[in-house]
Structure formats: structure tokens, C-alpha cells
């Protein structure tokens, strides 16, 4: 079941040309995928303080169907796609309305890599896992 993160477009959204600047996604991605993890109790602090963890964007991928501008009503939906012993994919899409995939504004993947406090990779802990397959 993809988690759903509601929000609206303001005016330091957007471009010169009225439309969301195309690095702010990557930014609605993010508070998505944060939200997502504080829903399932794993808040980023308690992380690093719990487990010496912390999470890292290794890779995103977007491409960009139709654009949003200023004050229309966006979701971000996020599915956990993939998981690996110290990495995870999530496979996030922004629409107008999820239900219609013609409202389809953008489609991405994120790699995030779980690292300790000298960003070394390390295993994600069991905990956690559990909590995120919940």
C-alpha cells in the first residue's frame, strides 16, 4: 500500500516561467519519504541516537510527464520498492490525483544507503527493517 503525502504548490515553488522548479520534487520526494519513516515510528534522530545509523540518498531518478504550478494540490505516493542488506529503493510518483495515472507529474527512484557516523555503509538494523515491512 503506497504512502500518500498530501501538499500544495506556493509561489517559492516555482520558476520565473510560473511552473514547480524541477529540483523542488526531489525536495517534496524527501519530506515524503521522512514522513513515510515517522509514521512507522523510525524518526531520523532516534536513528543515529538508537543505532549510530543514518540514512543517505545514493542515487535519484526522475522523469518529469507534466508540470504544477502555483497553488495546485499535489501527492506524492511512495512504495519501499526494494530492499538490500544496506540500501533501500524507494519508487516515488507525484500526481494530481493517484487514482488517474494521466495526472501523472513525475516519476522517480531513490537509493538510499545506510550509513554509520563516518558514512560508512553498514547493514540496516533488523529493527528497523521490521518496522519499514510493517
Known sequence: MPHHYPLQIF???TDAAGIVYHANYIKYMERARTTLLQEKGLSLPALIDTFGIQ????AVNIT???PA???QNIIVST???KFGKASMV???DIYFDPSDMNTMICTGEVVIVCVDKQFKPCAIPAEVIKELQE
Open 11 to 13: 509561489y517559492e515553488d
Open 64 to 66: 518529469f510527464e507534466k
Open 79 to 81: 512504495n519501499l520498492a
Open 69 to 71: 504550478t502555483l497553488q
Open 90 to 92: 524507494f519508487k516515488q
Open 55 to 58: 540514512f543517505v540518498v545514493r
